[in-house]
Nanobody
Framework: QVQLVESGGGLVQAGGSLRLSCAAS????????MGWFRQAPGKQRELVAF???????NYADSVKGRFTISRDNAKNTAVLQMNSLKPEDTAVYYC????????????WGQGTQVTVSS
């Protein structure tokens, strides 16, 4: 099992920036992904971005060009740099870990609130 601890988030004005960090511990090995999902009130949880242990990245169309995900495999950490934030980015952001090969259960962080004021 993998444990995830998130940090960052908070309140920012539209156009501002925030940085989310996720530290993973536990059984981390093989090919895997770390990423971020978000859930706004009354909406389903949606993918924001993820990065594989090989460095490949994937972004939701709504954040392309504004958000950047990176990771440090040696430290088992992932960072989501969020720029040009919009009020519609307001949500609880959850860190996610998925073991791909060998396969394993997904792990989730506790969530961190991001609020963007207009």
């Amino acid at each position: 099992q993998v444990q995830l601890v998130e940090s960052g988030g908070g309140l920012v004005q539209a156009g501002g920036s925030l940085r989310l960090s996720c530290a993973a511990s536990g059984s981390i090995f093989g090919f895997n992904t770390m990423g971020w999902f978000r859930q706004a009130p009354g909406k389903q949880r949606e993918l924001v971005a993820f990065i594989s242990s090989g460095g490949s990245t994937n972004y939701a169309d709504s954040v392309k060009g504004r958000f950047t995900i990176s990771r440090d495999n040696a430290k088992n950490t992932a960072v989501l740099q969020m720029n040009s934030l919009k009020p519609e980015d307001t949500a609880v952001y959850y860190c996610n870990y998925r073991a791909i090969s060998p396969p394993g259960p997904a792990s989730w962080g506790q969530g961190t609130q991001v609020t963007v004021s207009s």
